[in-house]
């Protein structure tokens, strides 16, 4: 008993002595930690001037060659006003085609380079996913994920789509979020948490819905083969990426 | 009914006809997954695959170490093409820590995933062959493969699992006079394996087992959502170093291969004039970088990134890798998804297998560059 208590005031003190270093260091590193980063590219354009790369590191991350002109003329807006407005145009312009059609049902998360993504309620989601891939002309789904928010008490799951026939948005992944309602004892495939599938619309959608069901319990209603992919037969827990499995030892 | 049939004549019962068969999950001719496959006769009705023998949890194991822990353990689901799993997970986490890579660490890291994407083409070249009974052409690229692993054990200190990668750069610069012995190996390489036209690919034994079996449609292609050598092979001009370049890929010269047909042949053949070009873009990566600088920007001792998610992808040796990280201002990712190409191909293995005679089934299924432990995970 006394060998415990001495290791925990010696876990105690370690832990009072840990945040002192780390705030330190952190009000230290707050500033001098972009400046290794200069330093750098300094480095690189003091020993070699004549590198084509050098202008181009100090500009923000290059731009496709699609988007050029628009960008430029951007850059000139952003000089003048706050860099508030620094939403890419084409991305913007396909966010407002959807939000244009579907009005408050459509909730445009964000908007960055190349990517977007839209929340909607799960009753819209079909609606939405047929005129993305009919008008917008997204054809693929390149990832399904599902993350649990226990807080929230809700299960979001992300389709990432892509496009191959459309050579403009080859660049562009729109992420095409609808959240489930979340049980705190999970009967995966018997209780409320259930989504539409998407798997009339977005053919490749198939098995990644199926991990999807397996690994966070989401089932999805009108999947024509709701089974087991990588998990074992005989799995007995709960769903094991939902936040409240924990792995042994940890 | 049986009693009006002829004496000594019995009416099959369809049941009984069709026989299931487990391909897997420890047969060498299925790697480590199962196929139920159901044959009526020589022909296959039916594939259902089965995948998840070798799955190792990655994405939950993710979500309890920091965004440097993650590196080791991120890249064993395929730690011959390790470079390639890797560089997803360092670009989405240089965009959530809001990192900026020096010039010269983007034209390493270029160098050494092509170099892995033809170690890794390498080793599934040599597992084609041997599947398909030409044992030369198993012991060609197990041999030639080791001079590409000789060169990232002259970088990276590890023969297979690199782990080189990390978030802001590389582990380490490359070695004294590497680009002479690179230069030279990589020439020899590619001399070596234009070689494989004459004993492979322009074999007759080869193109008759394999040309016009398993035909995936372009439409099918797409609508099946297939990446990498199998999207390529249909007719689908898409790769992602072109369509999105990351690091230094726009400023480097090389094509993407294409092909019609469709079938098992064109398939197998896409990867290997892949490397043919990769050999290309380490030539010019080489000639292009900067020779001295920088190759990886100081980190914080635990970063911690903001509230954001990322979706970031790559074109590795089996297509698309995609990584879905999702930050809340902790030191440890709350979520990583990874999107690999072997997951995304093994929709189509039912459609291609249907119709097909078994003794085709190691043609189309490997032709697929599908690498079970990546789907698994």
């Known amino acids: ?250 | 009914m049986t009693a009006q049939l002829p004496p000594g004549l019995q009416l099959e019962k369809v049941d009984e006809r069709i026989m299931t068969l487990n391909v897997g999950p420890q047969h060498p001719g299925s790697g480590h997954m199962r196929l139920i496959i159901q044959v009526d006769g020589d022909y296959i009705v039916a594939c259902d695959p089965d995948p998840g023998y070798v799955h190792r949890g990655e994405e939950k194991m993710a979500e309890y170490r920091n965004y440097i822990t993650n590196i080791p353990h991120l890249e064993r689901p395929v730690i011959h093409d390790s470079c390639n799993i890797l560089y997803p997970y360092c670009l989405a986490v240089e965009e959530i820590l809001g990192l900026e890579v020096p010039e010269r660490a983007k034209y390493v890291r270029v160098i050494a995933s092509e170099l892995n994407r033809c170690v890794y083409t390498m080793y599934w070249l040599a597992i084609y062959g041997i599947f398909l009974g030409h044992s030369t052409m198993f012991m060609w690229p197990a041999g030639d493969r080791e001079l590409l692993i000789d060169l990232l054990e002259k970088i990276t200190g590890a023969r297979v699992t690199h782990a080189y990668f990390v978030p802001g750069g590389i582990r380490n610069d490359l070695p004294a006079n590497f680009e002479d012995v690179c230069l030279r190996q990589v020439n020899y390489f590619e001399k070596r394996i234009k070689e494989y036209a004459d004993i492979f690919y322009d074999n007759p034994i080869l193109i008759s087992r394999t040309e016009n079996t398993g035909i995936l449609s372009r439409q099918n292609a797409i609508r099946l959502g297939t990446t990498g050598s199998v999207l390529r092979a249909s007719g689908v001009d898409f790769d992602i170093r072109k369509k999105e370049p990351y690091d230094v890929y726009e400023n480097l010269d090389f094509q993407t291969n294409v092909l019609q047909s469709g079938d098992s042949y064109a398939r197998s053949k896409i990867p290997w004039l892949d490397m043919l070009e990769s050999c290309k873009i380490i030539r010019d990566a080489l000639k292009k970088m900067p020779k001295s600088g920088g190759v990886r920007v100081k980190l914080k001792p635990n970063p911690k990134g903001g509230d954001v998610e990322v979706y970031r992808r790559v074109e590795s040796g089996r297509g698309a890798l995609g990584m879905h990280v999702v930050s809340k201002s902790k030191p440890e990712p709350y979520r990583v998804k990874i999107s690999v190409g072997s997951f995304r191909n093994l929709i189509c293995m039912p459609y291609l297998l249907r119709g097909e005679k078994l003794g085709n089934m190691p043609a189309v299924y490997w032709s697929l560059n599908y690498w079970p432990v990546e789907a698994d995970r």
């Not at chain 1, 960055?112 to 609606?127: G, L």
């Open chain 1, 1 to 250: 008993m006394s060998s415990d208590t001495t290791e925990t005031k010696d876990i105690k003190k370690k832990r009072t002595r840990k945040p002192r270093t780390t705030k330190s260091k952190a009000k230290k590193s707050e500033e001098p930690t972009p400046a290794p980063a200069e330093t750098t590219t300094t480095e690189i354009s003091t020993t070699i001037p004549d590198e084509t790369s050098v202008p181009a590191e100090p500009e923000p991350v290059p731009a496709p060659v699609e988007e050029i002109i628009p960008e430029t003329e951007e850059k000139v807006e952003t000089e003048d006003v706050v860099p508030q407005v620094e939403l890419p145009k084409f991305e913007k312009s396909l966010a407002d085609k959807v939000t244009q059609k579907f009005g408050s049902k459509a909730e445009v998360a964000y908007i960055k380079q190349d990517r977007i993504r839209i929340n909607v309620k799960k009753e819209d989601i079909k609606d939405v996913a047929s005129y993305i891939r009919d008008e917008l002309n997204f054809d693929h789904a390149e990832s399904v994920s599902g993350v649990d928010y226990p807080d929230a008490k809700k299960i979001e799951v992300v389709y990432h789509l892509g496009s191959y026939t459309d050579p403009e948005l080859s660049k562009q992944i729109l992420a095409l979020a609808t959240s489930a309602p979340r049980e705190e004892n999970p009967n995966p495939g018997r209780d409320s948490t259930r989504l539409p599938s998407l798997r009339d619309i977005f053919y490749s959608v198939e098995f990644h819905e199926r991990e999807c069901f397996e690994m966070l319990g989401v089932y999805f209603d009108d999947h024509p083969d709701n089974r087991r992919l990588l998990l074992p037969e005989d799995w007995a827990d709960i769903p094991p990426l939902r936040k409240d499995f924990d792995i042994k030892g940890r």
